[in-house]
């Protein structure tokens, strides 16, 4: 793919492309939330589904597989069976007014807009992401909506993707367990979630066609784990099947994702609901295990399904299935109906300060420059356009109507109330991609002389949005540029940045004393960095993706975004920091970094094996301590290896992590557990998971590369016996623990057995199929006793 500089015409040409907008300047509004619309018709009475079953006519059943407008579902009056609602997610509820499409293009009524993902992933946090959970589900049922569409928790494969905002992590357990907290938190208000892109939806570019190449390790180590563990810890009401192709079938028509991995396996109980507009053979796609079609298909869908039953492509069994889940759905969102209770939007308002306090990360931070005393020191130069229209969410389906939006400009100049002063210069136009000589000579102007310059930075609205992915990892040049001016008449520069996914910083974060990552913070962002900036608060968030060098060494490079309709995930098991710590490659800053105001220790690493053998089981404490002067969090990760196996892994990757919270001088003991898929891989011969007997890393640290403490674990593993056929290696045969001794039995030590049992040199011979060996001369089996054996020790293979 050509990384073409970034220009205003070509943004237009991809935004006319893609049927999106880039967001409409912000709206500052100080007032609550305006009138809201009238109810939906909702649930009042639980269903019973079997009778229902038996009196809907075919055709009614094939209806209520099909959306009734682009957000509700087919109500049939007759049998009171009504209609629900489901909206956009995931940040915060986007309920479109009526007649609504699902673009993002018209209005929708005003919500809490809470930091996207990609800020709420880099508290991790679990307990504050169960609560914006809860708000979220207590704002949906102010507005009687039954389902919100949202956790996204796909892998951010690239940084490139335009959807990473609305993406947790590059990690899965991280982002596994934080769309688990979510998820339980929507639910406990009695309002289903639906998670989502399942699956491997990892770019904008052909979202809808393209082809994700990957292979079955990669995607059961990498892709899936985020959802299965929402899946089978959250019990989500529903899941949204995504757009792509997974090797050359649509995920809306994979029976194997949808039906085979997703409930067989994992106990899937809910409804697959495909994403908007994601099914183009309707019978086809219910087979496989879409219940529901969304938006209304306009009478598509039903007609298919109701062809495909006539000719027997499609039974009513099946359909009947499909149904049942759509009413045990509809079902579910009767429990909170009746009186819609109003939401607080003061205090939710409040919640979304928090989660933005806890979601900006430190990268870093020399000399101590931050936090600014807010009664000492000289002027506070605020420069950038940032500043003062905040960029605190992304373009498309996500974009809530905010309640209100507090600029960090505002937040400042009231925490500072008089004390200092604060001076604002805008230094650039958002969406311009040249410097304005004028506003940059004012910069530096509003600089020189001032105790410090705060400069927001990040990238304009029109650089990342749901429907195309960006070009490069820069910002625009022009601001860099400012920064440069700025540096030059004030060294002590602090850089906020707004961005949704990574950047790259090198080599201009040189020139910046501090740099705070603020991602997009929601509508409470200027609060929260106001707040982080004055010391008012402690930082601490901790990179959820790694920030590298270059885009050039990122680990898609060259394999993203594809061409063709395919899209080779080349990289395998490599994604994020798997790929720079198994390459040993430097990054500008890595997986779980994160500067707080104060500093901390770990000591007294112990690892305890509470169980063994098929289920093992290990807990793993450290005491942290806060070693600095004032109240701070940290973030315990526990990274685990496996240096000795017969597979590839990667150097180290993520299975637990804890927040603690420690005042000055404050020690605490942090216990994580460790459980069987910690140690496991996926198993390509034997399709399933394995734990290898034998050592394993244990390394706690602040960050992927700031390991403080190491310990290991001997485990004893699993049985994992290949099966034999006769075109299996020698050395395959002689690890089986039947088949082996009884082939070295029958070699013995002379002759061959000389040979293929010396440690060294025997190794090519080992690697001979067997068959093929006992066509050498004087080899002492021959093909029938091979093809005996195989009948003999298939059973014990497992
Ligand atoms: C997006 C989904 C969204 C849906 C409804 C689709 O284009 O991919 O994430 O929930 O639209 O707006």
Partial sequence: MAHRPFRADAVSVRLSMSNREPLPPVKVRNSGPEP?????????????????????????????????????TQPVERLGIPAIMLSDGPHGLRKQREGGDHLGLLDSVPATCFPPAAALASSWDTALLARVGEAIG????????????????????????GRNFEYYSEDPALAGELG???????????????????????????????????????????????????????????????YNKVNGTYVAESRELLTGILREEWGFDGLVVSDWGGVSRRARS????????????????????????????????????????????????????????????????????????????????????????????????????????????????SQVNPTRVVTALDALRTAVDGRREVVFAPGFEVESETADPALVAEAVRTATDADVAVLFLGLPPSYESEGYDRAHMDLPAHQLELLDAVAAANPRVVVVLSNGSAVCLTPWQERARAVLEGWLLGQAGGDALADLLLGVANPSGRLAETIPLRHEDTPAFGNFPGAFGRVHYGEGLLVGYRWYDT??????????????????????????????????????????????????????????????????????????????????????????????????????????????????GLRVGASSRDIRVETAVTLTGDDAVLPLAPDSPAEEWLAHPSAGPWLRDAVGDEGFGAILFDPDSGQMMRAIPLRRLSR?????????QIDDAVIRFGETAV
Avoid at 186 to 210: I, L, Y
Avoid at 776 to 784: C, D, K
């Fill in 36 to 72: 809201v619309a009238a109810p939906a018709p909702h649930v009042t009475a639980r269903l019973d589904i079997p009778a229902l079953l038996t009196r809907l006519t075919l055709e009614e059943k094939a209806q209520l597989l099909d959306g009734s407008d682009f957000w509700r």
């Fill in 138 to 161: 207590r704002e949906c049922r102010a507005e009687r909506v039954s389902v919100v569409l949202g956790p996204g928790v796909n892998m951010k494969r690239s940084p490139l993707c």
């Fill in 180 to 242: 688990a907290a979510f998820t339980e938190g929507v639910q406990s208000q009695g309002v289903g979630v639906s998670v989502k892109h399942f699956a491997a939806n990892n770019q904008e570019t052909d979202r809808m066609t393209v082809s994700a190449e990957v292979d079955a390790r990669t995607l059961r180590e990498i892709y899936l784990p985020a959802f299965e563990t929402v899946v089978t810890r959250a019990r989500p009401w529903t899941v949204m099947s995504s």
């Fill in 286 to 397: 219910l087979t496989a295990g879409v219940d529901l079609e969304m938006p209304a298909s306009g009478g598509a869908g039903t007609e298919d399904i109701l062809e495909a039953v006539g000719s027997g492509r499609l039974s009513e069994s099946d359909l009947d299935t499909a149904v049942a889940r759509v009413l045990t759905l509809v079902d579910r969102a009767s429990v909170a109906a009746g009186a819609a209770p109003s939401f607080d939007a003061d205090a939710h308002h409040e919640l979304a300060r928090e989660a933005a306090l806890a979601g900006a990360v430190l990268l870093k931070n020399d000399d101590g420059i931050l936090p600014l005393d807010p009664a000492g020191g000289g002027r506070i130069a605020v420069i950038g356009e940032f500043a003062r229209t905040p960029r605190f969410q992304g373009a498309g389906s």
């Fill in 583 to 696: 390459r040993r490659m430097p990054v500008a800053h890595p997986f779980g970094h994160g500067f707080s105001y104060t500093t901390f220790s770990y000591d007294g690493l112990d690892a305890v094996i509470r169980s063994d053998g098929a289920e093992p089981e290990v807990e793993v404490t450290v005491t942290v301590t806060n070693t600095g002067d004032r109240t701070g969090t940290e973030t315990v990760q526990l990274y685990v290896t496996d240096p000795e196996s017969t597979v590839l892994r990667p150097a180290q990757e993520l299975r637990a992590f804890a927040r603690v919270t420690l005042e000055p001088g404050g020690s605490s003991p942090v216990t994580l557990t460790l459980g069987r898929r910690a140690f496991a891989f996926w198993h390509e011969a034997l399709e399933r998971w394995v734990v290898e007997g034998g050592t394993f």
């Fill in 776 to 784: 050498f001369p004087g080899f002492p089996l021959s093909e029938g």
